[in-house]
């Protein structure tokens, strides 16, 4: 049996040219199903913005080769984290991301139903997201790469086997 992405809604910010002044931007609820309907979608997941491995490599390996990814058929790249929509916004303008989506899963309420919140609290991070990337082809997952040693404070932070080269070699 394959295994279905989980039903629930992230509350996202989408820019708005109605809207004057500095913060030109209102909330937008995305369901699973506006993501993952009728498309094939990577997605990869990682335990916080701004942090070391997920800003130097994990994020920017999708987005160097996002044009590869989209030319094996794939429809979006996501780039999922349990941190609200603000700090994923800063941290995509941080990084110059132009193509790679960013998902904020402020409640870890996806992430939970993945099966893969962890308690970061060994860094004072609090509920975040283990490592992890998949394919989804129309909401359904066909390829999850999920880093070893999934636990609780983790001592370390492994990156082996959801960077952009093995979900690409998959495609």
């Known amino acids: 049996m394959t295994q279905l992405v989980p039903q629930c809604t992230f509350k996202t910010r989408v820019r708005d040219t109605s809207i004057e002044g500095d913060n030109p ?6 369901t699973t199903d506006d993501i993952f309907a009728g498309k094939k979608i990577v997605l990869f997941a990682l335990p916080g913005a701004f942090t070391p ?7 920017p390996g999708f987005e160097a080769k996002y044009a590869e990814l989209k030319a094996k058929g794939v429809d979006e790249v996501y780039c999922l984290s349990v941190n609200d929509a603000f700090t994923m916004y800063q941290w995509s303008k941080n990084l110059g991301i132009k193509n790679v989506k960013m998902l904020p899963d402020g409640n870890g309420e996806f992430t939970r139903l993945m099966n893969m919140l962890v308690k970061k609290e060994n860094l004072g991070f609090g509920e975040r997201s283990w490592r992890y990337a ?11 790469f999920s880093e070893p040693g999934k636990e609780d404070n983790c001592a370390d932070d492994p990156f082996t086997c959801s960077d952009v080269d093995t979900v690409l070699k998959q495609l």
Request: charged share 20%; aromatic share 8%.
């Open 25 to 30: 931007f209102r909330w937008q609820d995305l």
């Open 53 to 59: 491995t997920c800003s130097s490599t994990h994020l």
């Open 134 to 144: 998949m394919i989804v082809d129309d909401g359904k997952i066909t390829a999850l």
